[in-house]
């Protein structure tokens, strides 16, 4: 009995009619759920209602096993991952047995839309009866479809596992994450269309790229990121997915034992549970503008400006933070400096007061630098939180003739996020973007003090 029910929920070949289909998949998410609900009140503490099972965002999780051990959301996600094959697998055989293409098991990463899938293919009867023979085209197509769909749930698998090892479990956006995850995608999804049948290399790319991008999607739809990031972080993983697309090809076509593709898969999640975190690089920003007013007007406008009109640049209108005023608390060395933010605020405590010369601040506290993009309402993935910070800054006001002022403006801000050289240009265009408004609002208000 056990080994037919394993070779019926893991295979591809077993008939799946509307009967099996119910009642499997309700026995199999009665299951999940007692499962989650006995990890989560056992190891957090608190119910986990069938609401939290069905809900797809990972915030709901996240905030319910927040009182739990470091290693809980990893669990959750590694339980997960055998019913997501299950699912995907009799899915689509489900969808072959009434009829319909195999292609809609696709829809089975897409939470909310799977359980309206499920409920409808239990309706129709089986129809694979009454079918004659599938031609040798048709039969090829199938496999082609089977083989894609086998690649895509792998890569899906792999990203989730590894963000809640290396992102959630370690809080590391590592080299491992960023180089590791898309290569492995590219070779995982890749070997498993060619395994067997050998496909064209413009093929096997086009399945590496469509796995990376579905991953991607994966984590947008299960709020672990946002649209923002990950259409930044495409490229990269683009890049990379292509070489282990032709490498997973050359592996699976190569006479003689070729290495297990899920060993190789497991290899990037163990990786990124040991890789070590080295020690972020500090970068600096300057911004310069000249004011036709005194020293002495620029500087009651550096240490506390008014609000700020909304702002009109594109950067800031999709989400990343803008400033949007100045106080301060106090007076010289000690004194503390508020710049609030769209997000939040700065907390800036004064290390340097020359009076209408300079004025330097640590950084101790600040705001999230943007508000993610997402279908959700709230969704705060980690990189928020202080894998880019600026951490000093200052204002330099220099005398110029005939009354007029240099200001400059500097901040040092660390990317806490491999690849740095990749984060730190849209980090700096940030931060000049921040500078630019500024500086360009105490020009102006400075500049009316002096007019009048």
Known sequence: MLDRWLRLWFGFTDPVDRGTYFRHGVGLMAFKYALDALLVGRFAGVVWTPADYLSPMWTTRQHLVENGPPWLPALLVAVALPFLWIGVSMTMRRAVDAGASPGLALLFFVPVVNLVLMFALCIPLSRRHNVPLV?????????????????????????????????????????????????????????????????GAGESILIALVSTTIAAGALAVFALEGLICLAMAWPIAAALAVPGAILGRAMANRSGPAPSGAAVALIIPLLVGVEPRPAPPSHEVLTVVEIAAPPEAVWRRVVAFPDLPAPAELLFRAGVAAPTRARIEGRGVGAVRYCDFTTGSFVEPITAWEDNRWLRFDITAQAPPMTELSPYRDVNPPHLDGYFRATEGEFRLIALPDGRTRLEGRTRYVVDMFPQAYWTVPARAIVSAIHTRVLNHIQRLAEEDVTR
């Open 135 to 199: 031609s040798e085209h048709a039969r090829d197509a199938q496999q082609r479809i089977q083989s894609a769909m086998l690649g895509v749930a792998a890569s899906i698998a792999i990203t989730l596992l590894t963000v809640a090892v290396g992102v959630y479990l370690r809080r590391s956006y590592s080299a491992g994450l960023f180089l590791g995850v898309p290569f492995t995608i590219g070779y995982i999804s890749s070997y498993i269309h060619n395994d067997g049948h050998e496909r």
